[in-house]
Every structure is written in C-alpha cells, then in structure tokens.
C-alpha cells in the first residue's frame, strides 16, 4: 500500500509539471487568418495555397489558422454566435484580388491591427491587385500591380537579402517558373527588398515594361507602424506550392509577421554587383517609386 501511495504520488507531480510547462510554454501556438476572395479574376492556386498553409502550421505547431473566403472577420465589432474578429489573430494573410466587401469600419479595424496593435500582415501575389483605390491599404503593403509584362515564365531570380528568414534555402540566382507582377507606388525607401528580377535577363523591349528604373522587386518586407508587413509576388503556379522552398518561404514570413522570429528591415539600395556577375542594368543605383 505504501509502495502504491508513493507510485500515486509520482504519478500525480509529473502530471502537475506538464500542466505547469503547458501553462507556461514560452511559444504558444498563434493564430493565422487567411482571407482568399477575389473580385474579377479567379487564381486557380488560391485554394491550394491556402490548404498548403494550414498543413504547415500544423505540421510546424507554430499556428492555427481560419481561412475564410468573405472579409466578415475582418471587424473589431463582436460578430454572433462564436464568430471570431479580428482580436482572435496574430496575423492576416491576403491571398485576395479586386475591391473586397469591406466598410469604413472594417478598413480602420484592419490598418490599426497592423499600424497600432503590431499585428502582421502577409500579402500573396494579387494581394497587390487589391484595394487599388484604397491609398491606405497601398501604403501598409507597399505597393500595387502594374502588369506583368512577361506573364508566366522563367522568372530569372536574385536574392538581395540571403540572411533574411525563408531565404537561405535560395540559391543568389535561380529560374522559377512563376508569374511575376511589375509593381508601381513602390519604393526602396520604404521596404527591405529580399528578391528582385535580374533585369539583365529580362526582354525590356515588351511594351508593358513600365519601371524605368529596372528595379523589379519580388519579395519584400516591412514595418507598418508598429506591425510587420511581408509581399511576395510568387505563388501564382499552382504547383509552386508543392516547392519546398517556397513552402519554407513563407513558412519563415509567416514566423517573422507574427514576431516568432526578428529580421533587420531597413531599407536599402540595390546592391551594387561584383565585377564577376553579369551586369544587372537596375544596379547603376538606388530606385524610386514608378511614375
């Protein structure tokens, strides 16, 4: 009996210690919303992306994630039932296109959940297609859609910022087939931009070549107020979400939105290339917004 009380005790201090280290655990699980509507066109990869998405998260155990195909979440009012708002997340993820159903309120609830509570936001290739007439929402992701003059294609790729989260599994150079957006209201000054086009490689006799600068950023981060904002123009090949390092791409985006991981997002130039690298004409130096 005395062998069995002293069992029992045991039993229950170890139970006590996983609860406490539960209670205690120093990364709990965060919360993703994915929003994938589109007014206008449809992407055929939505659905996949944002299925890819919440396997990683749990998979990872880094985050939980609601995916919704309507903006009703997107409120700070209290919704019925046991609708979640938008204090249930830790960060958004658009995967969206054209003018969404969203009212003043929702707008203002949005911004200050990046600009003021520090939330993150990640936006998915035509998440630059959104809100084109919405300044706000352009400024919060650094820019909007100007065509995309070479449609789907291989894309010649350079990583600018190699020590940024989801980046080392990259090669400096590397082709992937994708659809890459030129962009416009957008400008160095105001995101660390991790990946660009090598304009070098490029056809820059195609009539929708806008950019004079050259500068065709693919990947970028910044702060928004107190929150962090990461834009990537990949993901509209389907199949691109079965690449495993796209997949560690935005797994590591989303980690850094979310404040799981810190990353240095000061703005810089483009670098400068060395006398071995072939000459990308967008180096002869800094960009500026497209006119």
């Known amino acids: 009996m005395k062998i069995l009380r002293t069992l029992l005790f045991i039993v229950c201090v170890a139970f006590a210690g996983r609860c406490c280290q539960a209670q205690t655990d120093p990364h709990p699980m965060k919360r993703l919303l994915i929003i994938g509507e589109e007014k206008g066109y449809r992407h055929e990869a939505v659905s996949h992306a944002m299925a890819t998405l919440e396997r990683l998260g749990r998979e990872t155990g880094l985050w939980t994630t609601t995916i919704r195909t309507d903006t009703e979440v997107l409120t700070k009012k209290?919704?019925?039932?046991?609708?979640?708002?938008?204090?249930?997340?830790?960060?958004?993820?658009?995967?969206?296109?054209?003018?969404?159903?969203?009212?003043?309120?929702?707008?203002?609830?949005?911004?200050?959940?990046?600009?003021?509570?520090?939330?993150?936001?990640?936006?998915?290739?035509?998440?630059?297609?959104?809100?084109?007439?919405?300044?706000?929402?352009?400024?919060?992701?650094?820019?909007?859609?100007?065509?995309?003059?070479?449609?789907?294609?291989?894309?010649?790729?350079?990583?600018?910022?190699?020590?940024?989260?989801?980046m080392q599994q990259w090669p400096k150079s590397f082709v992937l087939k994708d659809e890459i957006y030129q962009l416009k209201d957008f400008s160095r000054d105001k995101v660390r931009v991790l990946m660009r086009l090598d304009s070098s490689k490029l056809d820059l006799n195609n009539p929708r070549v806008h950019r004079k600068d050259l500068d065709f950023a693919v990947t970028w981060a910044k702060m928004y107020g107190k929150g962090r904002v990461y834009y990537s123009t990949l993901g509209h090949v389907e199949q691109n979400w079965d690449d495993p390092r796209v997949q560690k791409m935005f797994v590591e985006a989303i980690k850094w939105a979310m404040g799981l991981i810190d990353a240095d997002v000061t703005p810089r130039p483009i670098p400068k290339q060395s006398s071995n690298s072939p000459k990308d004409p967008a180096a002869n130096g800094p960009s500026t917004a497209a006119r």
């Open 78 to 166: 209290k919704l019925e039932y046991n609708a979640k708002n938008l204090s249930d997340f830790d960060a958004v993820l658009f995967y969206t296109g054209g003018d969404l159903e969203m009212n003043a309120e929702q707008k203002a609830a949005l911004l200050s959940f990046v600009h003021d509570e520090g939330k993150g936001f990640i936006g998915v290739h035509s998440a630059t297609i959104t809100f084109t007439s919405w300044p706000e929402y352009g400024e919060m992701i650094g820019g909007y859609y100007d065509e995309h003059p070479w449609f789907t294609f291989d894309a010649p790729i350079l990583v600018e910022d190699p020590n940024f989260p989801g």
